[in-house]
């Protein structure tokens, strides 16, 4: 009995240390939880309302300028997906960098964290057009064909191919280039050629090419005197025409019609000495010219062959 009765006193002394070390009244109190080490500024220092206080370090933002001492300033980590590379006295930190932009043709190298920005790289067969270890836009190797690649495409630089086969191409090129510039000049020629062999025909059918005919013309004196001959061979029509091409007057060629309405061979033998009054002496050499250049070859041979037989 006497043994039950010390244990329980043991125990009860036991318990009232343990209640006495465990109160919350005698434990200290606990301070606010701070990211930054008390004791020193370890990221540096900056100054507020003239008070030097202690840099938050990278990968926290500012939360609470110091008040008493340098270091009783208060930081908390960056959020997700927003970091701060070097120790800062921010009160926000920077939104991490996407490499999900589109036609862009990045993908992720390296993810963000809250001291690091993410890193973005180029895709497979692709790269970085503006030179730089930070990319915002990757664009396609180039493909080579049966000459070969000669220096491979690079997260920096694009591919290169082997430039002997590349010269051959430029010379081929040059010389399909050249043959097809040779076609267009010959043809531009024949074009040429052709327009002024139509033109020289079209100006030969106006102008009485020299022939035995311009020749042996006839020059006579009494050409007035084989009028009625020559009227007869011609004609009317012919007459009017000759008479139309010399520049007489419609006026003088419809009085020889009002003077013989019922008579062709007097209107024609009259329109004809009208025009041989007119173009005076040479007549003959003229009128046989205006049949040869008008088409009327046969007629002026008959005009020619008439003239000379009565000669």
């Given at each position: ?111 963000c964290t809250r001291a690091q920005d993410a890193k973005c790289q180029c895709k497979m067969d692709h790269y970085c057009t503006s030179g730089t270890d ?178």
């Open positions: 009995m006497e043994k039950l009765l010390c244990w329980l006193a043991l125990c009860s002394c036991v318990y009232l240390v343990l209640s006495s070390v465990t109160s919350p009244a005698l434990q200290p109190a606990k301070r606010p939880r701070r990211l930054r080490r008390q004791g020193g500024c370890q990221d540096g220092t900056y100054t507020h309302e003239g008070r030097t206080c202690c840099l938050c370090a990278a990968g926290e933002r500012l939360v609470r300028h110091c008040q008493t001492t340098p270091n009783d300033g208060q930081c908390e980590s960056c959020e997700h997906n927003t970091y701060n590379t070097h120790p800062n006295s921010q009160t926000s930190c920077q939104p991490c960098t996407s490499c999900d932009h589109p036609n862009a043709n990045l993908m992720l190298a390296e993810p930070i990319c915002h836009l990757c664009t396609p190797c180039k493909k080579c064909g049966a000459e070969g690649v000669k220096i491979a495409c690079t997260y920096m630089y694009n591919t290169v191919c082997n430039p002997e086969t590349e010269e051959k191409n430029t010379g081929m090129i040059g010389g399909i280039v050249a043959v097809v510039l040779i076609v267009f000049v010959i043809a531009g020629l024949a074009l040429v050629w052709y327009w002024l062999r139509k033109k020289s025909r079209q100006t030969s059918e106006l102008q009485p090419s020299p022939s035995r005919e311009d020749e042996e013309l006839p020059c006579l004196d009494d050409f007035e005197h084989h009028l009625p001959d020559i009227a007869d061979v011609c004609g009317w029509a012919v007459i009017k025409d000759i008479a139309m091409r010399s520049g007489m007057p419609p006026t003088a060629i419809d009085s020889c019609q009002l003077d013989y309405p019922n008579n062709s061979r007097e209107q024609t033998l009259q329109l004809l000495r009208m025009w041989v009054e007119k173009e005076g002496s040479g007549s003959s050499e003229k009128f046989i010219k205006i049949l040869q250049r008008t088409g009327r070859r046969g007629i002026a041979e008959k005009v020619m062959m008439k003239l000379k037989n009565d000669a």
